[in-house]
């Protein structure tokens, strides 16, 4: 029974060794932790080297391999050819974050001696060029007698994974490429020196182990003189130091699990914030692309391949008066046109004429409402491409029904305004008719005078004296008349509105001028008071004229018994304006009526006196010129309109010298 027992516990240890064999040949030698193992892992040291890591790549773990070559050779293109190789393959393994080598240092001179161009990054195969690269290196990369070139690998960690996995490759590439003259050696540098450590260790653990195993049994046989005793001393110490071993390795792993997990959970769970942050930038984005779309001026409408209407915005529902629910999936592109221009719009669309194939800019067209109106549009389009293939179309449509609206208004407004004139230089043609006829009938006398003189025979001396005296009088009434016509000429010209540099005092001398013979015969005294050296202001001359010419008619009107009309024009420094005045002694204007002179179509007059469009456009003048007219009065009292009209800079130091009428 007790050898029976004895094998079984002997199997039974047998088997813990041979389990703890086989799992403690995976026990690592060297360091698990990255930073200095004498230090916690959150020690200042520790922080600092992972950060310097991590941000700038500036490793205090460096690994060195020794390049050996005959002497003066550690330049020759064959040996910088193999470094260059070493180099690129250590690039390339986890853990390592750069490398320093001759031949990393021959290509960047080399792009830096053309211009930095990437292409250049090359060795060349110009011994010369790689001496005289290689005599300007420093002398950290080789030494003085040139036999001996050094590798820095900057690594990561100096944990054992990371040492194993360099000292493992280094070694292959040696077994690859080493000769008789190039040899690669490894052990230097920090990292090297504990790599070359952890492999001596390796080394000699399994043999010291051995040693203290037979130590140990030669000490048990010694003193029990019995093999039994050896074994039963043996085993218990075999199979605990090898379960220990796996005992580490397992505890390892362990940590290395909790560590992976602990990791995944970390990325996990940033991995959810970022798909959150990024979920809601794409939330983000698409309603403030949704609220351009919909909050656009102009009607938008974006259809898929096959024409259908995929998108259609509030802009384009108020255009065509169709909900969106009936247009959306339902109609197509082109059944939004009228008759006739959906095929040329196709047409353009496809042409060159409008911006490109697959684009249309600014094209006129017409489309047709929920009421079968038509619609005037100027519209854009373009045929988005995706993967070289056309996946829809995209118009922007404006409505051009106020516009043209508008346009139709201002040629009215156009109309009016010639229509004004075209009355007051029909009261101005009506009040210098008598002024024109009598000259003309002055003119005709002396011209029947001097045709019954001639009649008489030939003329003596006396007789042309007074025809010379005859001739000057017709001269001058003629000249009268030409100048009354020609003023009348001016003020019915139809011309556009263009600014230019006007003297103020000038326009409101030919206005008296134009007006003088109506006032005359209806008793009405004209008094001016114009400021001298006026600097002049930018507008439009026949305008202006005009603004004045409707007011002091007005003020004609007023004062059907005759009066006074006062007209003046000063400068006020302050405000940077000239200021025009009319002010007439005529019947007023009640507060009822104030409230309303400006309007078109306005009028106090009795029917045939006027179409009151006068001081409406008197408003619009003035305000086109940027200016402000303000109008005082009381019933029985007369009426001052008042006109500011601004001076702009470039024309303050211009100013009027000539002497005006008083």
């Not at 829809?392 to 409505?399: A, E, K, L, T, W």
């Amino acid at each position: 029974m007790l050898s029976t027992g004895l094998f079984q516990v002997t199997v039974f240890f047998l088997l813990l060794l041979a389990l703890g064999a086989t799992v403690s040949h995976r026990l690592k030698i060297g360091d698990l932790d990255p930073g200095a193992p004498e230090l916690r892992p959150d020690s200042r040291y520790n922080r600092d080297v992972a950060f310097m890591n991590a941000a700038y790549g500036a490793s205090s773990d460096v690994f060195a391999v020794m390049v050996k070559t005959p002497d003066g050779a550690c330049a020759a293109y064959e040996t910088v050819m193999r470094v260059d190789a070493l180099e690129w393959e250590l690039r390339q393994l986890p853990g390592v974050e750069t490398t320093s080598t001759l031949a990393g240092l021959n290509r960047r001179v080399m792009m830096g001696m053309n211009e930095a161009n990437p292409r250049w990054y090359e060795l060349v195969k110009n011994q010369d060029m790689l001496n005289t690269i290689t005599a300007g290196a420093p002398r950290g990369l080789y030494n003085d007698s040139c036999n001996l070139l050094t590798m820095y690998i900057f690594l990561k960690d100096h944990k054992a994974d990371t040492l194993s996995r360099v000292v493992r490759h280094v070694e292959h590439f040696a077994a690859a490429n080493d000769t008789k003259d190039v040899k690669f050696l490894m052990a230097a540098g920090s990292a090297g020196i504990e790599a070359a450590t952890n492999i001596v260790v390796r080394q000699a653990w399994r043999i010291m182990l051995y040693l203290v195993y037979g130590v140990v049994a030669i000490l048990c046989f010694v003193t029990f003189r019995s093999w039994k005793a050896v074994l039963v001393a043996m085993l218990p110490l075999v199979v605990t130091s090898m379960l220990a071993e796996a005992l580490m390795v397992a505890l390892r792993r362990a940590r290395e699990r909790f560590t992976s997990r602990s990791e995944l959970k970390d990325y996990t769970a940033l991995i959810e914030n970022r798909w959150m942050e990024t979920s809601e930038e794409l939330a983000r984005t698409f309603h403030i692309q949704k609220n351009l779309i919909e909050s656009s001026i102009d009607g938008i409408i974006a259809c898929n391949k096959e024409g259908k209407i995929i998108i259609c915005n509030k802009s384009m529902e108020r255009m065509l008066g169709y909900p969106r629910s009936e247009l959306i999936g339902i109609k197509s592109i082109d059944e939004l046109f009228c008759p006739g221009e959906r095929e040329k719009f196709r047409s353009i669309l496809a042409s060159d004429e409008f911006g490109g194939p697959g684009r249309l800019f600014v094209y006129e067209s017409s489309l047709a409402g929920a009421d079968d109106s038509r619609i005037p549009v100027q519209l854009s389009a373009t045929m988005p491409v995706q993967e070289e293939v056309e996946v829809g179309i995209v118009c922007f449509f404006r409505d051009e029904r106020e516009i043209r609206k508008l346009a139709q208004e201002v040629a009215n407004q156009a109309r009016l305004l010639h229509q004004d004139k075209m009355i007051s230089l029909g009261k101005l043609a009506a009040s210098v008719v008598h002024e024109i006829n009598n000259p003309l009938a002055g003119i005709l006398n002396y011209a029947r005078l001097m045709s019954k003189i001639l009649s008489r025979g030939n003329l003596v001396l006396e007789a042309a004296q007074k025809f010379k005296s005859y001739l000057s009088l017709m001269e001058s009434e003629l000249e009268r008349c030409s100048k009354i016509v020609s003023n009348l000429l001016a003020f019915s010209r139809k011309s556009k509105l263009e600014f230019s540099p006007v003297d103020i005092n000038e326009l409101l001398s030919k206005c008296v001028d134009l007006s003088s013979h109506k006032m005359a015969l209806q008793n009405i005294r004209v008094e001016t008071e114009f400021a001298r050296e006026l600097p002049m202001i930018r507008g439009d001359f026949n305008q202006l004229q005009q603004c004045m010419i409707n007011l002091i008619f007005n003020a004609i009107d007023a004062m059907p018994q005759g009066g006074a009309l006062f007209l003046g024009s000063r400068f006020d420094s302050s405000k940077n304006v000239i200021t025009l005045q009319v002010q007439d002694t005529g019947c007023g204007i009640s507060k009822e009526d104030l409230l309303y002179i400006f309007d078109p179509f306005f009028t106090t007059k009795t029917e045939g006196k006027g179409l009151g469009l006068g001081l409406s456009t008197t408003f619009g003048i003035i305000d086109r010129h940027k200016g402000t007219i303000h109008v005082e009065s009381e019933p029985g009292k007369g009426t001052i309109f008042r006109i500011e009209l601004p001076v702009s800079d470039s024309l303050l130091n211009t100013r009027d010298s000539a002497k005006m009428p008083s």
